[in-house]
């Protein structure tokens, strides 16, 4: 058997694009059941266990799968999800949208306990995270994919085994109505891309376009905003996940179906329009209970 420095070099001796040569580390790691990259360099002159199955991985690599689903390993906000092609790779960028809403929370709610609904969680993300890193009572991950929670289901029990959580399969808030009344914070990362020629190759073969794509009507996104009637929390904190191109419609549809609410859009590390913020019936709570908030709106 090759050692792990041999196939390592053997590999990226194949690639066209040398900036892609972690992947064969990470794939080496996987295949010889280490944890973690510093481990690999310290065990680097160690035969590789299993040679078939690196061949064959190594080959669906050359052949366009993308190096999570190879693994089974996406990372986020610094732990280990699992993934498959049933939901989208966690990316940098939804990372943004965690620490966002965490410091919302922070504002909004300090230490009390809060419900969280996280809508098209797909891997359970963004949910999962808000969850670790805040002092929530409940979460509730959906998603249309009943596949899709399978794997949320799997994130949930290793990363945040003793929190509450509810799964619930179907369209934007069809299946969560009952949860409404309870909702503090609703989070979302639905579908937001408008054509095909946006994305990459790579992600377009590969990751599940029900996740991806969306038409200019904004259909989930206007079903979020349909359901925000029903929950009866005061304030509601609502965050969506969404792309520069559909900015100027995602706000006319915010003003047009809760034309009172307080909201905010930011930009991400790259410059680009990601995250819209959302505060419902904040002023009357204000009135209400006297409450200073110091929030950026």
Same mark, same amino acid.
């Given at each position: 058997?090759?050692?792990?420095?041999?196939?390592?070099?053997?590999?990226?001796?194949?690639?066209?694009?040398?900036?892609?040569?972690?992947?064969?580390?990470?794939?080496?790691?996987?295949?010889?059941?280490?944890?973690?990259?510093?481990?690999?360099?310290?065990?680097?002159?160690?035969?590789?266990?299993?040679?078939?199955?690196?061949?064959?991985?190594?080959?669906?690599?050359?052949?366009?799968?993308?190096?999570?689903?190879?693994?089974?390993?996406?990372?986020?906000?610094?732990?280990?999800?699992?993934?498959?092609?049933?939901?989208?790779?966690?990316?940098?960028?939804?990372?943004?949208?965690?620490?966002?809403?965490?410091?919302?929370?922070?504002?909004?709610?300090?230490?009390?306990?809060?419900?969280?609904?996280?809508?098209?969680?797909?891997?359970?993300?963004?949910?999962?995270?808000? !969850? %670790? +890193?805040?002092?929530?009572?409940?979460?509730? @991950?959906? &998603?249309?994919? $009943?596949?899709?929670? =399978?794997?949320?289901?799997?994130?949930?029990?290793?990363?945040?085994?003793?929190?509450?959580?509810?799964?619930?399969?179907?369209?934007?808030?069809?299946?969560?109505?009952?949860?409404?009344?309870?909702?503090?914070?609703?989070?979302?990362?639905?579908?937001?891309?408008?054509?095909?020629?946006?994305?990459?190759?790579?992600?377009?073969k590969n990751e599940p376009h029900e996740a991806l794509f969306t038409s200019g009507h904004l259909e989930v996104y206007s079903s979020i905003l349909d359901?925000?009637?029903?929950? !009866? %929390? +005061?304030?509601?904190?609502?965050?969506?996940? @969404?792309? &520069?191109?559909? $900015?100027?419609?995602? =706000?006319?549809?915010?003003?047009?179906?809760?034309?009172?609410?307080?909201?905010?859009?930011?930009?991400?590390?790259?410059?680009?329009?990601?995250?819209?913020?959302?505060?419902?019936?904040?002023?009357?709570?204000?009135?209400?209970?006297?409450?200073?908030?110091?929030?950026?709106?």
């Amino acid at each position: 058997m090759p050692t792990l420095r041999e196939q390592y070099f053997n590999s990226i001796g194949k690639l066209k694009d040398k900036n892609r040569e972690i992947d064969f580390r990470i794939l080496l790691a996987h295949v010889n059941k280490i944890k973690n990259l510093q481990d690999l360099y310290l065990k680097f002159d160690d035969e590789i266990i299993d040679l078939d199955n690196y061949q064959e991985l190594e080959k669906r690599y050359f052949d366009g799968e993308p190096i999570q689903y190879l693994t089974n390993e996406g990372y986020f906000c610094g732990d280990i999800f699992y993934v498959d092609p049933n939901v989208l790779i966690p990316r940098m960028e939804t990372e943004e949208v965690v620490e966002y809403t965490i410091d919302k929370i922070d504002e909004l709610f300090g230490k009390k306990s809060i419900t969280v609904i996280d809508v098209c969680t797909g891997s359970g993300c963004i949910g999962i995270e808000i !969850s %670790k +890193k805040s002092n929530v009572e409940k979460l509730i @991950l959906s &998603d249309i994919n $009943k596949n899709a929670i =399978e794997v949320a289901k799997k994130n949930a029990s290793m990363i945040i085994p003793n929190q509450k959580t509810i799964f619930a399969v179907g369209n934007a808030m069809e299946p969560i109505e009952e949860y409404f009344k309870d909702a503090d914070v609703i989070v979302a990362n639905p579908p937001y891309i408008l054509s095909k020629k946006e994305v990459d190759d790579l992600v377009l073969k590969n990751e599940p376009h029900e996740a991806l794509f969306t038409s200019g009507h904004l259909e989930v996104y206007s079903s979020i905003l349909d359901g925000l009637k029903k929950c !009866s %929390k +005061k304030p509601l904190l609502v965050v969506f996940e @969404l792309g &520069d191109e559909i $900015k100027d419609s995602l =706000e006319s549809l915010i003003n047009k179906k809760i034309p009172h609410a307080k909201y905010e859009f930011k930009k991400d590390i790259n410059g680009k329009i990601r995250i819209v913020g959302i505060i419902l019936w904040l002023w009357e709570f204000l009135k209400r209970t006297n409450y200073t908030l110091l929030v950026s709106f």
